[in-house]
Nanobody
Framework: VQLQASGGGSVQTGGSLRLSCAAS????????MSWFRQAPGKEREFVAA???????HYADSVKGRFTISRDNAKKTVILQMNSLRPEDTAVYHC???????????????????WGQGTQVTVSS
């Protein structure tokens, strides 16, 4: 599976951005599709996941502000980010895996496939 993320950019606090991750290869509907982010000097952290069974999961820091969605026909996963804060500044990566258990969705090491990342910068 190849993943291509896009949609990053620079916004002010309170603004919105929409990230997209397009997949090619594999059977997209079988994959848990997730977003992680990594700020300078920090470890990669879980943001949101959309499991193949249809459930969505969010990090506490983004609940109520970010929404993950997917279109299996288009092989695309979207991360709609609203009410952005400076602490959301990071490189955002999409990730995929076909065999994750629920307890592993937040573990970056559990994912087999990664996109190249897209920069999100939120200024105060």
């Amino acid at each position: 599976v190849q993943l291509q993320a896009s949609g990053g950019g620079s916004v002010q606090t309170g603004g919105s951005l929409r990230l997209s991750c397009a997949a090619s290869g594999g059977t997209f509907s079988r994959y848990t599709m997730s977003w992680f982010r990594q700020a300078p000097g920090k470890e990669r952290e879980f943001v949101a996941a959309f499991r193949s069974v249809g459930t969505k999961h969010y990090a506490d820091s983004v609940k109520g502000r970010f929404t993950i969605s997917r279109d299996n026909a288009k092989k695309t996963v979207i991360l709609q980010m609203n009410s952005l804060r400076p602490e959301d500044t990071a490189v955002y990566h999409c990730a995929a895996d076909a065999s994750l258990i629920l307890s592993s969705i937040g573990d970056a090491n559990a994912y087999d496939y990664w996109g190249q990342g897209t920069q999100v910068t939120v200024s105060s």
